[in-house]
């Protein structure tokens, strides 16, 4: 299989300047392109800027805005990420990134997990996303994306391998604090991400693809350090921190196979399980009764129906 | 990842003296946090449509390190240090101020706000505006005046030098209070406000401000002899750690004394905080229309067309 050349957008986007955001963006693919790029990845909200507060409103778009359009209409024969503020019909606002390929808008993630606590305020500004979904592409294997908060989340990275994604694609802008001279890298928030993101591709057995950017906003600033990793959990590349750039970076997408069947844990995966014991611990928190009859599932498993029943059985007065 | 790696911790005692104690705890990577507000120095001046900044010199550590970090975000050349020193102030500081300068090649300004602030309590028994005084005014209103007129001069300079007024109050000092409103707070933006005294002598250590001034008694030097640390009645690594485990680590007062920090001081830190909490906030408004500035009219200062020029 020929090696598949992703492009990582290090960049720092201008705060509420979309035209020159949008301007910047088709320079850079045009140099991914250049490059010999088949994909490339934008950070969060590129096109924006991120501590919008109000202004998040004045630079929505809708998906099919002519300019989120116009950009894609210059994708054939690459695919590429963005990411926007999207304004839905009925004009609640999400945090979105778009898969942008052969010209036009393939697909779009809305942000699902919108931290609002410490220095964030998101919930206050947008809607969270509803839905998680992997994406085919032309690249020949489904696209898992997520935004930022969203790999905090373990159930995300889960879910998208589930459904069939071979490369997970997290676009960012994490801020940079928690400055010590005790971690590794010397930002607290770069061990927690590498951390997660090592963790998530070996136990997903995928590839790992994550952008973030650089710059600052206002007192924030972000801090890069955007990388891919390897479906072994190990790094295939690391951008440096803070600095502005577009990265290239070569991966075989036949090591997805060969980690997979060295290491079958994806295999054995136990979703219904899974989904089981979240039916029976949400039943708890709301104090409901376990509806087996709407658990399509339950019929099919043999086994645990009975030890289920009476497991619950038990802890029945 | 959990222990310090040998060497950092160790960075400002090398050599045979100790140049300044550092908890452990406080240490930070100077390289980042040097890049980080370098980045913060240029991106503020460049958003607000600034080229150029300014800032009081006193010739202690604060505005010294803010002085080199300036000076490295949009060179010496765009940098304005104004020496402000009262009569009483002592000598060393302008000294000290005056070697900073001379090391950065920046332009300077010495503004002595003796007439200022002498023309408004009085001197030597001629009143001043203020008028015939029963008693001499207290240092508290003496020291607050000479911060403000100090203010007065930089956002006056600033007009002619076409920058703006970089802040140079640290972390420490603001949580406690120990600044004066619209005084020494004052100021366009602040690039060392997010670090603790301990960690402004390590990123001063790492850039090069001058050994003296980092080895020196921080004082605010309101009238002789005066130093920060007797004044408040703890040292600036004490005070430092507390804060940095009450505050940044939330630590509740029960881990805080188990910890082995002396009850009596955890509750007058924790006073000081409390009482100087107006003092790190804008004012507020009486919440009255549909769009409050501060409430729900909420846009970041520095959106697209806020700049000058």
Redesign the interface.
């Known amino acids: 299989m020929k090696p598949l050349r992703i492009a990582l957008v290090q960049s720092a986007p201008r705060l509420g300047l979309l035209d020159e955001n949008l301007a910047r963006h088709r320079d850079l693919l045009g140099l991914a392109r250049a490059a010999g790029a088949g994909l490339v990845v934008f950070p969060e909200l590129g096109l924006t800027g991120y501590q919008l507060q109000d202004l998040a409103a004045e630079v929505a778009m809708r998906e099919d805005d002519p300019r989120l359009l116009s950009l894609a209409a210059e994708t054939h024969g690459i695919s590429a990420v963005v990411s926007f503020v999207e304004e839905a019909v009925d004009h609640r606002l999400f945090i979105s990134a778009a898969l942008l390929e052969d010209g036009e808008v393939r697909f779009i993630h809305r942000k699902l997990f919108l931290p609002t606590y410490g220095l964030f305020d998101e919930r206050r500004f947008f809607a969270a996303g509803d839905r998680l979904r992997t994406v085919d592409s032309r690249l020949g294997v489904k696209l898992g994306i997520a935004i930022c908060e969203d790999f905090w989340h373990l159930s995300v990275p889960e879910t998208l391998a589930l459904d069939g994604a071979q490369l997970l694609i997290n676009v960012s802008s994490s801020p940079g604090r928690d400055l010590a001279a005790i971690h590794e890298v010397g930002l607290g928030t770069a061990v927690s991400w590498r951390t997660l993101m090592r963790t998530y591709a070996q136990l997903t057995t995928s590839f790992v693809v994550f952008c973030n950017r650089v710059g600052m906003d206002e007192t924030i600033s972000f801090w890069g350090g955007s990388e891919v990793i390897g479906p072994s959990g190990e790094a295939v590349f690391t951008a440096p921190l803070f600095d502005e750039g577009l990265y290239t970076v070569d991966i075989e997408l036949g090591d997805v196979r060969r980690e997979r069947i060295g290491l079958p844990l994806l295999r054995d995966e136990r979703p219904e399980l899974h989904l089981r014991e979240l039916r029976r611990i949400l039943a708890e928190r709301t104090g409901l009764e376990i509806d087996e009859a709407s658990d399509p599932l339950e019929g099919r498993v043999a086994g645990p129906i009975g030890m289920n029943a009476a497991r619950r059985g038990e802890k029945r007065p | 990842?959990?222990?310090?790696?040998a060497g950092?911790?160790n960075g400002p005692n090398d050599g045979a003296e100790q140049l300044f104690e550092l908890p452990a705890?406080l240490?930070?990577?100077t390289?980042?946090?040097r890049?980080?507000i370098v980045?913060?120095i240029r991106?503020q001046l460049r958003q607000a449509g600034f080229a150029r900044g300014l800032l009081g010199l006193s010739g202690g550590i604060d505005s010294a390190l803010v002085a080199y970090l300036t000076a490295e975000a949009v060179g010496p050349e765009n940098l304005l240090c104004v020496l402000m020193p009262y009569r009483t102030s002592s000598p060393a500081s302008v000294e000290d101020a005056r070697v900073v300068v001379e090391r950065l090649g920046c332009a300077s300004d010495l503004v002595d706000i003796s007439p200022m602030v002498d023309g408004y309590f009085g001197r030597d028994g001629e009143p001043g505006a203020t008028g015939a005084a029963k008693e001499e005014a207290s240092p508290l209103r003496r020291g607050n005046l000479m911060a403000r007129e100090r203010m007065c001069v930089l956002y006056d300079r600033s007009v002619t030098w076409s920058g703006l007024v970089v802040g140079t109050g640290n972390k420490t000092e603001s949580l406690i209070g120990y600044t004066t409103l619209f005084g020494d707070s004052a100021c366009a933006f602040n690039p060392i406000g997010d670090l603790y005294k301990s960690q402004v002598r390590q990123v001063a250590a790492a850039i090069g401000v001058p050994e003296q001034i980092i080895r020196k008694a921080p004082s605010a030097d309101l009238w002789p002899g005066q130093t920060d640390e007797a004044e408040a009645g703890f040292t600036y690594p004490e005070l430092d750690r507390l804060l940095f485990w009450m505050i940044d680590k939330r630590r509740t007062d029960e881990e805080l004394l188990a910890m082995g920090f002396p009850g009596t001081t955890v509750e007058r830190v924790k006073r000081l905080v409390a009482i100087s909490e107006f003092k790190r906030q804008v004012p507020p408004v009486a919440k009255l229309g549909p769009r409050t500035t501060g409430v729900d009219?909420?846009?970041?200062?520095?959106?697209?067309g806020s700049a000058r020029r």
């Open positions: 990842m959990s222990e310090a790696p950092r911790q705890e240490a930070i990577d390289d980042i946090a890049r980080v980045d913060f991106n009219y909420l846009y970041p200062r520095r959106r697209p």
